[in-house]
C-alpha cells in the first residue's frame, strides 16, 4: 500500500508541473482500518463537479482558489462533509470513512406482517414516472474510463494468442470526456469533447445503463425495481435506515423471485418522504454474462437526486474466453430545470398501511369539485394515494404525448464527436482526467504508444525498398491476381459511388438429380447515390446433368429515405425455380443429402418469364406491393442417380412432388399469367431517433399484410385461372421478464381454382432434413414439403416461447452459459392435412450459434413422427446458405 501511494505521489508531482497555477484537492479515501475504498465518490456542492477514487483510493480534482464543500461518499458507509479552503496548489486531504450504522429497530417484522419494506416501495414504484416527468431538461459534463482485459482463453489459442503479442495483464482502455444534453420525454444528445481508445469493447458498453433511468420500467430489458410491475418479480426487505446530510434514508434488499437474467438483485437506497434514489449496488445478468451496477446520486442543487457516478462491471465467458470489463463515469456541472407544471412537492399516501388517511382522502375528493386539469392537480401540493397518483400521471403522460409532433418516436440520441476529440495530447489528459489511471492502464498505455512507434516506423521505412517491392508486385500480380479474382471472385469501383462485382462460380457449384452437378456466377453493376441506388445483374447457370446454359437478368432500382424506400425489381430470362418460391430446402442441404445419404428432397421446374416488381411505401410503416409475371413453364424430370456413397435399398425421389390435392401427371408446359396486389404494415410501430436517423423499434407493433393474387386466363395465351386471398398476422413481444412469444398466423382461400398451375399452389415451409436452416417462426420442422400444398382454403399458425428459465435453465451454471429453452407449436388446416399439428422443444443459443431441437407431429390426434434437428440459434438472423 506504501509503495502504491508513493507511485502515485511520483505520477502526480510530475502531471502537477503541468499546470501550476490549478488548485484543488487531493488524497485518499479509506475505511477505518485504513484500507482504500475503490470508486469512492467526491461531490463539489457549489460547482455542481465531481471525481471518483481509482482502486488504490486515491483521487484529485481541481477547483478555483475558493471555499468549498466536499461530499465523500461510498455504498454502506458514513457521508462525510467538509468545508475546505482551496487554495492556488493542490491541496492533500486524505478521508477516512465509517460504516454505516443502521438503525435496526424499524427492520424487526412480526410473523404473519408485512416487511416494512413494501411501503416504501410501494411509495417510490408510485412516484417513479413523477420524477421520470419532473426533469424538463439538463446539462452535464461525463467523464467515463473503461478497462478490460482477457482472463482466460481456450488452451489450443494460447500460444497462437501469446504469438500475437496479447498479454492478459494488459488492459483495454477507453477515456472520453462529453457533454450531455438532457430533454424530456426522452431526448438525449451527447457531444464527445475528447476521446481515447485502445482494443475493443466487445459490445460490453455501460451506456444502456448510464443513459438511461432505474425510474423507467425497464432498463437495458430487464425489469426496474421501480417498474409498476416489480412486486411479480421482486420480494423486497429493508436491510435499516439512517440519516445521511439531513434526509433518510431506506436500504432495501431487492430479492429476485426466480434469479436469472432480466431481473437485478442486490440493494437499492430509497429517500424518505421524497421516494427517490440515493444509490444503489444491482446485479443482472444478459445472454449468461453478469452486469454489476453500482451508482451514486446526490441532490443537485436541492431540486432532485442525480446520478453523479456510475461503477459497472461486467464479466462472462464466451466460447471459452473468460474476460472482465470494467466501466467508470463521472457526472458534474449539472444544470437543471425542472418542469413547471410539476414543481410542487405532494405526501404519497399508502392505502395499504395508512388505510383511515386514504379513506379520508378517498371521502375528501367525493365531497370536493372534481377537476378536469390533471396539472391543477399534480401542483397542489396535496396528499395522494398511490392508485390515485399513478392514474394522474398517466393521464399527465398520455396528453404530453398528444402535444409531440411524433408521438410514435419514443426515444432520440444524438451523438457527435468533437473534431479535436482525438487530437489531445497527454497535456490536456493529465489536466481533465478526475481519475488516476491504474497501474495496469498505464501498461496499456505504453504499450498503444509503443505500437504506433512501430507503425510510424513502417510508414517511414525505405522508399527504395517499397518501390522494389511494388515492382515485385506487380509481376505477380499480373498473372496470378487474374487468376484469384477468376477463382475467387473480385469487385472494384467504376467511378464515384459505381461498383463491378464479380461472384465466383467456385463458391456457388451445386448438385442436384435434375442438373447434376451446377454452377452459376452474378455479375453486377451498381451506381449508389443519395437515396437512389441502381442496380443491374446478369446471372449466367450452367447444367452439367443437362449440358445446358440458363440465366437470367436483374434490374433493381430503390429509392427514397432509409425508412421509405420504395422499389423496382425487373427480372427476366430463363431460370431454374423450386415450387415453393420460399426455398424451404437449402440447396446445400439438399446437395449433402443427395451426395452423402442418396434421398432427395428438393423439386424444381423451369421457366421462361419476365417479372415486374414494385413495392411503395406510402409511409414508415405501410407499404402497397403490386406484382406482375409472364411465364412458360417446363416440367423436369430427374437426369442423374449419382451419389457418393450408393445405397442399395434406396434411390432418388422424382422430381415431381407428391401432393394430394393434384392431378398427375403435370403437364409438360404450362403459361401462365398472373398480377398480385398486396398490403402490409405495422400499424402501431414506435421508433427511435439516432443522430437523425428514424428506425424501428422490434416487437412494437404487429405485422399484418393482406394479398390477392390472380391467375389471368387468355393473357398472352396464359393457361390458368384462379383467384387467390391471402392474410398474414405476425407479432413478437416479450413477457416482462419471463420469456418472449413468436405467434404467426396465415390464413386464405381461393375463390376461383378453374385452373391453378402446381406452382401456383399455396405451399408450406415444410422441412424433412435434420439440418433446419428456415426461421424457427414460422416454418413446420416435420412436414413434408408439398404434400398439403393446396388451391383450396388453408390456415396456418405459429407459436414459439423461449423461457426465461424452464427445464435445465433452473440450474445456474446452465443459464449463466446463456443457453436458453424454448417451446414450439405449429398447426396446419387443409383439406387433406388431417388437422397437422407438431409440438417440440430446444435448447437454444449452444456456444452462442446452435439450437438443438425435437419434435414430434400427429394428425388428427395421432402419433405420426418424431424428430431431432440442428439450427442456428433463434437469437440470431435467420442465414441462408443458398
Known amino acids: 500500500m506504501n509503495a502504491l501511494k508513493g507511485l502515485n505521489t511520483l505520477l502526480f508531482l510530475i502531471i502537477g508541473s503541468i499546470s501550476l497555477l490549478a488548485g484543488g484537492l487531493k488524497g485518499y479515501i479509506t475505511d477505518t482500518n485504513g484500507k482504500a475504498l475503490e470508486y469512492a465518490t467526491i461531490f463539489v456542492q457549489e460547482t455542481g463537479t465531481g471525481t471518483t477514487t481509482n482502486v488504490e483510493g486515491y483521487f484529485e480534482i481541481r477547483l478555483d482558489p475558493g471555499n468549498y464543500t466536499f461530499i465523500f461518499q461510498y455504498l454502506g458507509y458514513e457521508t462525510v462533509v467538509k468545508k475546505v479552503a482551496v487554495g492556488s496548489l493542490l491541496k492533500e486531504f486524505n478521508v477516512q470513512l465509517k460504516e454505516q450504522v443502521l438503525d435496526l429497530e424499524t427492520v424487526e417484522v412480526f410473523e404473519g406482517r408485512e416487511d416494512p419494506a413494501y411501503t416504501v416501495m410501494r411509495k417510490a414504484i408510485a412516484k417513479a414516472s413523477y420524477h421520470r416527468q419532473q426533469i424538463d431538461s439538463y446539462e452535464a459534463q461525463v467523464y467515463m474510463k473503461g478497462s478490460g482485459r482477457l482472463k482466460k482463453s481456450p488452451f489450443f489459442l494460447r500460444g497462437a494468442i501469446k504469438k500475437e503479442g496479447i498479454d492478459s495483464s494488459i488492459a483495454f482502455v477507453s477515456e472520453s470526456v462529453s457533454k450531455i444534453e438532457y430533454h424530456r420525454p426522452d431526448i438525449f444528445k451527447e457531444t464527445v469533447i475528447s476521446i481515447y481508445t485502445q482494443g475493443n469493447d466487445n459490445s460490453t458498453s455501460p451506456n444502456e445503463y448510464i443513459n438511461s433511468s432505474f425510474y423507467q420500467p425497464d432498463i437495458a430489458d430487464a425489469i426496474s425495481p421501480l417498474s409498476p410491475k416489480a412486486f411479480g418479480y421482486y420480494r423486497f426487505e429493508l436491510g435499516g435506515y439512517f440519516v445521511d446530510r439531513g434526509y433518510g434514508v431506506n436500504k432495501i434488499r431487492v430479492i429476485p423471485r426466480s434469479r436469472g437474467e432480466n431481473v437485478f438483485e442486490g440493494e437499492i437506497y430509497i429517500v424518505e418522504d421524497q421516494w427517490s434514489i440515493h444509490s444503489l449496488s444491482l446485479k443482472t445478468y444478459k445472454m449468461g454474462i453478469e452486469f454489476n451496477i453500482n451508482q451514486i446520486y446526490a441532490p443537485i442543487e436541492d431540486k432532485a437526486w442525480l446520478p453523479v457516478s456510475h461503477k459497472i462491471d461486467v464479466e462472462g465467458s464466451v466460447l471459452g474466453f473468460a474476460f472482465e470489463y470494467g466501466y467508470l463515469a463521472t457526472v458534474s456541472n449539472y444544470q437543471i430545470e425542472l418542469n413547471p407544471e410539476l414543481e410542487a412537492d405532494f405526501q404519497v399516501v399508502d392505502e395499504t398501511i395508512e388505510k383511515e388517511l386514504a379513506q379520508q382522502l378517498k371521502q375528501q375528493k367525493q365531497e370536493g369539485k372534481k377537476s378536469a386539469d390533471i396539472t391543477e392537480k399534480l401542483t397542489s401540493g396535496q396528499e395522494l394515494t398511490r392508485k390515485d397518483l399513478r392514474k394522474l400521471m398517466k393521464e399527465y403522460e398520455k396528453e404530453e404525448r398528444k402535444e409531440q409532433e411524433e408521438p410514435e418516436v419514443v426515444m432520440e440520441r444524438e451523438y457527435k464527436v468533437d473534431s479535436l476529440a482525438t487530437k489531445r495530447d497527454s497535456s490536456y489528459w493529465a489536466e481533465i482526467r478526475p481519475v488516476p489511471l491504474t497501474l495496469y492502464e498505464v501498461r496499456g498505455y505504453e504499450r498503444e504508444d509503443s505500437l504506433a512507434k512501430v507503425e510510424v516506423a513502417k510508414a517511414e521505412g525505405d522508399s527504395l525498398q517499397m518501390e522494389i517491392d511494388n515492382k515485385r508486385n506487380k509481376r505477380k500480380s499480373a498473372g496470378l491476381g487474374f487468376v484469384s479474382d477468376l477463382l475467387f471472385g473480385t469487385n472494384?469501383?467504376?467511378?464515384?459511388?459505381?461498383?463491378?462485382?464479380?461472384?465466383?462460380?467456385?463458391?456457388?457449384?451445386?448438385?442436384?438429380?435434375?442438373?447434376?452437378?451446377?454452377?452459376?456466377?452474378?455479375?453486377?453493376?451498381?451506381?449508389?447515390?443519395?437515396?437512389?441506388?441502381?442496380?443491374?445483374?446478369?446471372?449466367?447457370?450452367?447444367?452439367?446433368?443437362?449440358?445446358?446454359?440458363?440465366?437470367?437478368?436483374?434490374?433493381?432500382?430503390?429509392?427514397?429515405?432509409?425508412?421509405?424506400?420504395?422499389?423496382?425489381?425487373?427480372?427476366?430470362?430463363?431460370?431454374?425455380?423450386?415450387?415453393?418460391?420460399?426455398?424451404?430446402?437449402?440447396?446445400?442441404?439438399?446437395?449433402?443429402?443427395?451426395?452423402?445419404?442418396?434421398?432427395?428432397?428438393?423439386?424444381?421446374?423451369?421457366?421462361?418469364?419476365?417479372?415486374?416488381?414494385?413495392?411503395?411505401?406510402?409511409?414508415?410503416?405501410?407499404?402497397?406491393?403490386?406484382?406482375?409475371?409472364?411465364?412458360?413453364?417446363?416440367?423436369?424430370?430427374?437426369?442423374?442417380?449419382?451419389?457418393?456413397?450408393?445405397?442399395?435399398?434406396?434411390?432418388?425421389?422424382?422430381?415431381?412432388?407428391?401432393?394430394?390435392?393434384?392431378?398427375?401427371?403435370?403437364?409438360?408446359?404450362?403459361?401462365?399469367?398472373?398480377?398480385?396486389?398486396?398490403?402490409?404494415?405495422?400499424?402501431?410501430?414506435?421508433?427511435?431517433?439516432?443522430?437523425?436517423?428514424?428506425?424501428?423499434?422490434?416487437r412494437s407493433s404487429p405485422t399484418i399484410s393482406l394479398t390477392y393474387r390472380k391467375g389471368i386466363k387468355g393473357l398472352l395465351e396464359s393457361e390458368v385461372d384462379y383467384d387467390m386471398l391471402d392474410f398474414t398476422f405476425k407479432h413478437a413481444f416479450k413477457m416482462g421478464a419471463r420469456g418472449k412469444i413468436d405467434f404467426k398466423a396465415n390464413a386464405g382461400i381461393f375463390l376461383n381454382d378453374n385452373n391453378v398451375g402446381f406452382a401456383d399452389y399455396k405451399h408450406f415451409p415444410g422441412n424433412r432434413v435434420a439440418l433446419v436452416m428456415a426461421d424457427p417462426v414460422g416454418s413446420f420442422r416435420l412436414l413434408d414439403y408439398y404434400r398439403y400444398s393446396t388451391k383450396d382454403k388453408f390456415a396456418s399458425l405459429h407459436l414459439h416461447y423461449q423461457f426465461r428459465k424452464f427445464l435445465f435453465t433452473q440450474i445456474p451454471e446452465v443459464w449463466l452459459m446463456g443457453l436458453k429453452e424454448n417451446v414450439f407449436v405449429n398447426y396446419l388446416a387443409t383439406p387433406s392435412s388431417k388437422n397437422y399439428f407438431e409440438v417440440g422443444y430446444s435448447l437454444d443459443n449452444i456456444f452462442r450459434f446452435f439450437r438443438l431441437e425435437a419434435a414430434v407431429s400427429f394428425q388428427d390426434g395421432k402419433y405420426q413422427d418424431f424428430g431431432v434437428l440442428i439450427g442456428v440459434a433463434s437469437n440470431l438472423d435467420w442465414i441462408s446458405f443458398d
Open 492 to 698: 472494384f469501383k467504376l467511378g464515384e459511388k459505381q461498383y463491378f462485382t464479380y461472384d465466383s462460380p467456385l463458391w456457388r457449384t451445386r448438385f442436384n438429380p435434375v442438373e447434376g452437378f451446377n454452377t452459376h456466377t452474378r455479375l453486377t453493376y451498381t451506381n449508389n447515390k443519395n437515396d437512389h441506388r441502381f442496380s443491374l445483374a446478369a446471372i449466367p447457370r450452367y447444367s452439367f446433368a443437362r449440358d445446358k446454359f440458363t440465366g437470367m437478368g436483374e434490374l433493381k432500382y430503390r429509392h427514397g429515405e432509409k425508412l421509405k424506400q420504395s422499389e423496382l425489381l425487373v427480372q427476366g430470362g430463363r431460370y431454374i425455380f423450386q415450387y415453393n418460391e420460399q426455398n424451404p430446402i437449402s440447396q446445400i442441404v439438399n446437395m449433402y443429402v443427395n451426395l452423402i445419404e442418396e434421398r432427395n428432397y428438393i423439386s424444381l421446374y423451369e421457366k421462361d418469364f419476365v417479372k415486374a416488381d414494385y413495392k411503395w411505401k406510402v409511409k414508415e410503416n405501410w407499404s402497397l406491393t403490386a406484382k406482375g409475371e409472364w411465364a412458360k413453364r417446363y416440367t423436369l424430370n430427374n437426369n442423374t442417380t449419382q451419389t457418393w456413397f450408393n445405397k442399395d435399398d434406396r434411390q432418388y425421389s422424382p422430381n415431381v412432388p407428391l401432393n394430394d390435392e393434384t392431378i398427375y401427371p403435370f403437364p409438360e408446359t404450362e403459361k401462365a399469367a398472373v398480377i398480385t396486389i398486396g398490403v402490409e404494415g405495422q400499424p402501431w410501430q414506435k421508433y427511435r431517433i439516432r443522430n437523425g436517423e428514424k428506425s424501428l423499434i422490434a
